[in-house]
């Protein structure tokens, strides 16, 4: 069972944008502070931003300014408009909920910031 489905991922310049979609089911998004973590190669997966139902946001400090998480509840879908990108940017992106569920962690979507 598909419980959190992610896309938008690519490969981008520094300086570039990307939106990513993360799409859940409705008994998830309706109860659960959504987030989106990422994983760059050979790092721990870490905390990008969090959003429950239009409110409760935070981000981690490197995204500050750039990203903005977003979500249309309707649709049970989450987003994150990533701004200036960098380098340190490059990482797999997942969505699940905050805290997250070992269960959930789909394959996430792959962003790739080049020089």
């Known amino acids: 069972q598909v419980h959190l489905v992610e896309s938008g991922g690519g490969l981008v310049q520094a300086g570039g944008s990307l939106n990513l979609s993360c799409v859940a089911s409705?008994?998830?998004?309706?109860?659960?502070?959504m987030g989106w973590y990422r994983q760059a190669p050979g790092k721990e997966r870490e905390f990008v931003a969090q959003?429950?139902?239009?409110?409760?946001?935070k981000y981690r400090d490197s995204v500050k300014g750039r990203f903005t998480i977003s979500s249309d509840v309707p649709k049970n879908t989450v987003f994150l408009q990533m701004n200036n990108l960098n380098l340190e940017d490059t990482a797999v992106y997942y969505c699940?909920?905050?805290?997250?569920?070992?269960?959930?962690w789909g394959q996430g979507t792959q962003v790739t910031v080049s020089s």
């Open positions: 409705r008994s998830i998004f309706s109860k659960s502070i």
């Open positions: 699940n909920t905050v805290p997250p569920s070992r269960v959930f």
């Open positions: 959003i429950y139902r239009g409110g409760m946001i």
